[in-house]
């Protein structure tokens, strides 16, 4: 189903009133999502759609997954926390994932941004490259 334009604009207008001080409240989405399913307003299927593609963006951006082959020692998961605070700004949530297929060092995702820093990245970049 192909969103209309003014579908779209709504549905972008219903998530700037979701955020506060620039963060996403998940209790205005609740409300937001409720009101829009109670009143059916022409073309709310669409809208819904796109509003929640938008909402999915910003939670993806306001997310750290960070991977590592062993468990990271308490220290230096609260240095990559401040760290990464520091560079995406505050209300970011951290996932830390053991996957020891990366063989060594680390693999961090915030949104679109990837750091690979993993041996098995590193062995997949020189596989490519032959």
């Known amino acids: 189903m ?16 979701c955020l506060v001080d620039g963060l996403l409240e998940e209790t205005r989405v609740r409300q937001v999502v409720g009101l829009v399913c109670a009143r059916k307003p022409r073309g709310y299927l669409g809208m819904l759609k ?15 997954k960070v991977q590592s082959a062993t468990a990271l020692p308490p220290d ?23 996957e020891p297929e990366l063989i060594g060092g680390l693999r961090i995702q915030v949104g679109s941004d990837v750091y ?15």
């Open 50 to 64: 796109h509003f929640y593609r938008l909402v999915k963006l910003a939670v993806q951006r306001r997310t750290a």
């Open 2 to 17: 192909k969103v209309s334009k003014q579908a779209r604009h709504e549905a972008k207008q219903l998530y700037l009133d």
């Open 116 to 130: 690979d820093g993993s041996i098995r990245g590193r062995l997949q970049a020189i596989r490519e490259s032959f």
């Open 76 to 98: 230096l998961a609260a240095s990559l926390q401040n760290n990464l605070t520091r560079l995406y700004g505050p209300g970011l949530s951290f996932a830390f994932i053991t």
